[in-house]
């Protein structure tokens, strides 16, 4: 340590980099934390998950408010108040952030508020954000730099007009007609916020469906959904140009048929994907190798190329999710420490907090199709859940993938209002190694939405209460 500042330093303080900061320093490391915030939190906590997450909640409540008319409960038409409502998503930002403060104080953590880029193998240049430089000779370095939205090359980014999920957040106004390229995670999630809030929103999405690579049967539940909230839903369609005017965005779309429409937008959000940030942290100075996509290459223990430095979260691979991340910061410090360790969850669930949420973990259907994976497959339609029904939301799905051989639960899908909950369910059995009949025997809570899992588990066997179907043995 004699010849070193800092034995660990950690570049990128989101949810990869905070975590396995506090990790390393509650397991007696000593640690150096950088990134130009004033507080740790990234992307998730300052421009993305929570502030998203916050504005979904108040989008479902609106939502919620509006479907309850026909149980003979009137709610007045929603008055928004949008800077109320963009001070309570800054104030839950800053309690989170704040929080995050003072754990790194009372953990001890060296926070440098800055940027830093890699001399060599042992030492970063940090360019503090008070201007002041300064050299830091670290024994281990883990990169956890995140990601940043993939900007579309015909779009004037420094217009108003043009927003990303960073500037959509910041919830400036809200436009009559957005436009929002990409029908993906962020694009839906942040589109259906705009259209609560009373935008008129139309996505684009240049394949054939809505989340590509998610099952079907799943998305076609939301996409039911989303055909009401939105204005319209244009698939296999690309924007050919876009002109910034003073009334407005000109927006000329190709459809699958090669027909072009003009149409006249007020904003447009771009949703395109998310791009490894892996620029100007001198990596060429390192023995680090990026991959064929630009994302950093580690091994199962979250090793670069370069002995000394390691790599986790976005900036090392896909699924690009905080919860990934954070799980790989967790392996990378342990390795650092010693520990004979690897990155080998047996699944990592997604989810989509649209509303209705689609969530999944473990293998999808379209995967063991393109796979050839043998599988059988349970569906429990919410329709015949009593507590759906009561919440009024039967739009609703679980499936379990199942082995035909052990039995074993494979993936599960469920689509549903609160799916981003029970999905953990699945998490757990996977990693578990339950079959259908652990699951079926497993007493779950009645009336609630978890008991779908369950039905879905007997219905592989057949014996399901609410749902009849023949039986395969
Ligand atoms: P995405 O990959 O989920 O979706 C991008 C979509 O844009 C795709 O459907 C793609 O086909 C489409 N597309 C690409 N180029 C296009 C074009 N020129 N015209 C029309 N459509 C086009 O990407 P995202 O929504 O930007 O999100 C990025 C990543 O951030 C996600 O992959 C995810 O890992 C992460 N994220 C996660 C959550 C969550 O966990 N709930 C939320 C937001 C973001």
Redesign the pocket.
């Known amino acids: 340590m004699t010849d070193y500042d800092t034995q660990l330093a950690v570049i990128g303080a989101g949810p990869g980099g905070y975590a396995a900061a506090f990790f390393a320093a509650d397991i007696g490391l000593q640690v150096t934390l950088i990134d130009p915030e004033e507080r740790p939190g990234g992307v998730c906590l300052y421009r993305?998950?929570i502030p998203?997450k916050t504005l979904l909640h108040a989008a479902k409540l609106i939502h919620e408010a509006g479907e309850i008319m026909d149980w003979g409960i009137n709610f007045r038409k929603p008055v928004i108040n949008i800077e109320k409502l963009r001070d309570r998503k800054n104030d839950v930002v800053s309690k989170l952030t704040g929080g995050l403060g003072q754990l790194i104080k009372q953990r001890k953590i060296n926070y440098l508020r800055g940027i830093a880029g890699f001399r060599d193998s042992h030492t970063l240049t940090v360019n503090l954000v008070d201007g002041e430089q300064k050299s830091l000779r670290f024994e281990k370095a883990i990169i956890a730099t995140g990601?940043r939205?993939?900007l579309?090359p015909m779009l004037d980014h420094d217009s108003a007009r043009i927003l990303n999920?960073t500037t959509a957040l910041e919830l400036s106004s809200v436009p009559k007609k957005l436009l929002v390229?990409?029908?993906?995670?962020?694009?839906?999630?942040l589109g259906s916020v705009y259209a609560a809030l009373g935008s008129k929103v139309t996505v684009?999405?240049?394949?054939k469906g809505?989340?590509?690579g998610v099952d079907r049967d799943l998305v076609r539940i939301l996409q039911k959904g989303l055909k009401d909230a939105f204005e319209a839903i244009l698939l296999e369609?690309?924007?050919k140009a876009l002109k910034i005017q003073k009334n407005g965005v000109k927006v000329v779309v190709e459809g699958a048929d090669g027909d072009t429409h003009s149409r006249l937008f007020d904003k447009v959000l771009t949703?395109?994907?998310?791009r490894p940030n892996t620029t100007d942290l001198g990596l060429e100075n390192t023995g680090i190798e990026l991959d064929g996509h630009g994302f950093i290459q580690v091994d199962d223990q979250q090793r670069t190329g370069d002995g000394s430095i390691f790599a986790i979260g976005d900036v090392a691979g896909?699924?690009?999710?905080?919860h990934k991340a954070s799980h790989e910061g967790r392996i990378a410090v342990e390795v650092i420490a010693g520990k004979n360790v690897v990155f080998e969850p047996a699944t990592i669930p997604?989810?989509?907090?649209t509303d209705p949420e689609i969530a999944w973990t473990g293998i999808t259907e379209t995967e063991a199709k393109e796979k050839s994976v043998e599988y059988q497959v349970s569906r429990f339609p919410w329709a015949a859940s009593g507590r759906a029904l009561t919440l009024g939301r039967s739009d609703g799905l679980t499936k379990l993938l199942v082995d035909p051989t052990s039995e074993r639960i494979l993936g599960v899908g469920i689509v549903g209002a609160g799916a981003g909950e029970m999905i953990a369910e699945g998490v757990l059995a996977i990693e578990m190694g339950a079959n259908v009949t652990d699951i079926g025997l497993s007493i779950h809570p009645h009336p609630t939405l978890s008991e779908t899992f369950k039905e879905a588990a007997e219905i592989f066997h057949g014996v399901a209460t609410h749902v009849y179907r023949k039986r395969r043995r």
């Open positions: 993305g998950c998203s990601s939205p993939t579309l999920s390229i990409g029908g993906g995670y962020i694009g839906l999630e684009v999405e240049m394949t809505l989340l590509p369609t690309t924007v949703a395109v994907g998310r896909e699924p690009m999710l905080a997604a989810v989509v907090f």
